[in-house]
T-cell receptor, first 111, second 116 residues
Framework: QKEVEQNSGPLSVPEGAIASLNCTYS??????FFWYRQYSGKSPELIMS????GDKEDGRFTAQLNKASQYVSLLIRDSQPSDSATYLC???????????FGTGTRLKVLA | GAVVSQHPSWVICKSGTSVKIECRSL??????MFWYRQFPKQSLMLMAT?????????EQGVEKDKFLINHASLTLSTLTVTSAHPEDSSFYIC????????????FGPGTRLTVT
């Protein structure tokens, strides 16, 4: 069974620090990877997609993909209390557009 | 760009009645839309995938006769929960994939259904 695993947390970081969120996936042929942020009671919001090995930066966010090790991570620089949310990792199933979601990591940024 | 709306945002209905939820892509054409359900403190569970003009593909364990999905146009998909029961109370979220561009899904704001 294809799986996407995340540490449920909570991950607590002080304001201004770097938050590091990790995700591993079991399907070696997965090609597309996504990070979403979900505030309590709200729907997920796309932060970033990454398709190739290496780093991809967008503002305070950096996604890192290592297909050989089957992990994808998200770094949040200069973390703010407003970044406190659950972060969901999603991986597409090979040959379809369907996502396989991880269970999410709850991030708490302490003021 | 890539805005998805849902209506209603919340609904309360009585057991045994049916409820329709609309999902619209406002500024793009959505060839594929997805319907998810999320229970408290759990991750999203995919219910079905719908393509415009085709029958929806349901995930294992999802009753297609209970959760009717219609993807009538490139901007509108509907989910009808038929003969609702209290255990159907949940947060229903749709997402849409933008045309043939990438694999990103853009989520609607969700519909909170409470069945009494």
């Amino acid at each position: 069974q294809k799986e996407v695993e995340q540490n449920s947390g909570p991950l607590s970081v002080p304001e201004g620090a770097i938050a590091s969120l990790n995700c591993t996936y079991s399907d070696r042929v997965s090609q597309s990877f996504f990070w979403y942020r979900q505030y309590s009671g709200k729907s997920p919001e796309l932060i970033m997609s990454i398709y190739s090995n290496g780093d991809k930066e967008d503002g305070r966010f950096t996604a890192q993909l290592n297909k050989a090790s089957q992990y994808v991570s998200l770094l949040i620089r200069d973390s703010q209390p407003s970044d406190s949310a659950t972060y969901l990792c999603a991986v597409t199933e090979m040959g379809t557009y369907k996502y396989i979601f991880g269970t999410g990591t709850r991030l708490k940024v302490l003021a | 760009g890539a805005v998805v709306s849902q209506h209603p945002s919340w609904v309360i209905c009585k057991s045994g009645t049916s409820v329709k939820i609309e999902c619209r892509s406002l500024d793009f054409q959505a060839t594929t839309m997805f319907w998810y359900r999320q229970f408290p403190k759990q991750s999203l569970m995919l219910m079905a995938t719908s393509n415009e003009g085709s029958k929806a593909t349901y995930e294992q364990g999802v009753e297609k006769d209970k959760f009717l999905i219609n993807h009538a146009s490139l901007t509108l998909s509907t989910l009808t929960v038929t003969s609702a029961h209290p255990e159907d109370s949940s947060f229903y979220i749709c997402s849409a994939r933008r045309g043939s561009v990438g694999y990103e899904q853009y989520f609607g704001p969700g519909t909170r259904l409470t069945v009494t």
